[in-house]
T-cell receptor, first 112, second 114 residues
Framework: DAGITQSPRHKVTETGTPVTLRCHQTENHRYMYWYRQDPGHGLRLIHYSYGVKDTDKGEVSDGYSVSRSKTEDFLLTLESATSSQTSVYFC???????????FGPGTRLTVL | QQQVKQSPQSLIVQKGGISIINCAYENTAFDYFPWYQQFPGKGPALLIAIRPDVSEKKEGRFTISFNKSAKQFSLHIMDSQPGDSATYFCAASKSSGSARQLTFGSGTQLTVLP
């Protein structure tokens, strides 16, 4: 898992509640990414970060925000969860000088 | 708008057979094409990757064929084994500032029968 941990690994929440997912890495990688995986859609990029406090939107960013206050942690927040945000969320990093992204173990989120 | 189209959605192959998964892309800004393998409950893991200046890349039983003019690429798994049963994703990558953006295909669920 390229030294990536994600927490929690599973979460069930109710519509309208805030949710924060955490991605943690220990190798000081500069680039970090959040994806969601849904059947029939593969993985889709939500947000990414290219350094502390430097983030940008991906393909499906509506309803999500991110923060990166230190190199090792990239947080994904659902301000008010909806059932359409039920998904498996993956964090990824780029190794230095590489175009390849390596993925964490994922967080399964269910919004009732 | 699906920028990377993958087929088939599912594939059943006998042990020892050849598995072939196809992908097509539209955006000529893509410059790196990885394939990922995913087992249930796990994150995607890089299997093999190619750049558009190469027409074929082989690593063990896995081969990528790349056709730049047709904007198509495919994964061939030779001598398929039951342990290869997994979901396979093609992807295409492009620069976004200094970061990289990956666009995935929709996935192919491969089952290799013993």
């Amino acid at each position: 898992d390229a030294g990536i941990t994600q927490s929690p690994r599973h979460k069930v929440t109710e519509t309208g509640t805030p949710v924060t997912l955490r991605c943690h890495q220990t190798e000081n990688h500069r680039y970090m990414y959040w994806y969601r995986q849904d059947p029939g859609h593969g993985l889709r990029l939500i947000h990414y970060s290219y350094g502390v406090k430097d983030t940008d939107k991906g393909e499906v960013s509506d309803g999500y925000s991110v923060s990166r206050s230190k190199t090792e942690d990239f947080l994904l927040t659902l301000e008010s969860a909806t059932s359409s945000q039920t998904s498996v969320y993956f964090c990824a990093i780029n190794l230095p000088g590489s175009d390849t992204q390596y993925f964490g173990p994922g967080t399964r989120l269910t919004v009732l | 708008q699906q920028q990377v189209k993958q087929s088939p959605q599912s594939l059943i192959v006998q042990k020892g057979g050849i598995s072939i998964i196809n992908c097509a892309y539209e955006n000529t800004a893509f410059d790196y094409f990885p394939w990922y393998q995913q087992f249930p409950g796990k994150g995607p893991a890089l299997l093999i990757a190619i750049r558009p200046d190469v027409s074929e890349k082989k690593e063990g039983r896995f081969t990528i064929s790349f056709n730049k003019s047709a904007k198509q690429f495919s994964l061939h798994i030779m001598d398929s084994q039951p342990g290869d049963s997994a979901t396979y994703f093609c992807a295409a990558s492009k620069s976004s500032g200094s970061a990289r953006q990956l666009t995935f295909g929709s996935g192919t669920q491969l089952t290799v029968l013993p």
